[in-house]
Nanobody, 124 residues
Framework: EVQLQASGGGLVQAGGSLRLSCAASGFTFDDYTIGWFRQAPGKEREGVSAISSSDGSTYYADSMKGRFTISSDNAKNTVYLQMNSLKPEDTAVYYC?????????????????WGQGTQVTVSS
């Protein structure tokens, strides 16, 4: 059974940090690029960051560069998203998703598997 288990969300004050985890199982992790998307209330889901499990290439949305860091532990089939200097506008449900191949694509429909999402709330 394919699973993407997102965790690590919570409530944090502005300027604080959180680390999200996405644990994958049921598919060949090294063949996929794992990405994070988020959806804020009343807004469309947007791409945040991604990492290629095969070569470690990373991708970031412009607004996250310098604040978010994505990493991967292939031995644990887990991707992490370290989020620093959080802002109230980062409040959203964060989802991880798996895309077959070594490059990321922001088109959600191309992703093969999705996790259930984890809530991040940043208070001002």
């Amino acid at each position: 059974e394919v699973q993407l288990q997102a965790s690590g969300g919570g409530l944090v004050q502005a300027g604080g940090s959180l680390r999200l985890s996405c644990a994958a199982s049921g598919f060949t992790f090294d063949d996929y690029t794992i990405g994070w998307f988020r959806q804020a209330p009343g807004k469309e889901r947007e791409g945040v960051s991604a990492i290629s499990s095969s070569d470690g290439s990373t991708y970031y949305a412009d607004s996250m560069k310098g604040r978010f860091t994505i990493s991967s532990d292939n031995a644990k089939n887990t991707v992490y998203l370290q989020m620093n200097s959080l802002k109230p506008e980062d409040t959203a449900v964060y989802y991880c998703a798996a895309l077959y191949g070594s490059s990321w694509n922001l088109i959600e429909d191309l992703h093969d598997y999705w996790g259930q999402g984890t809530q991040v709330t940043v208070s001002s």
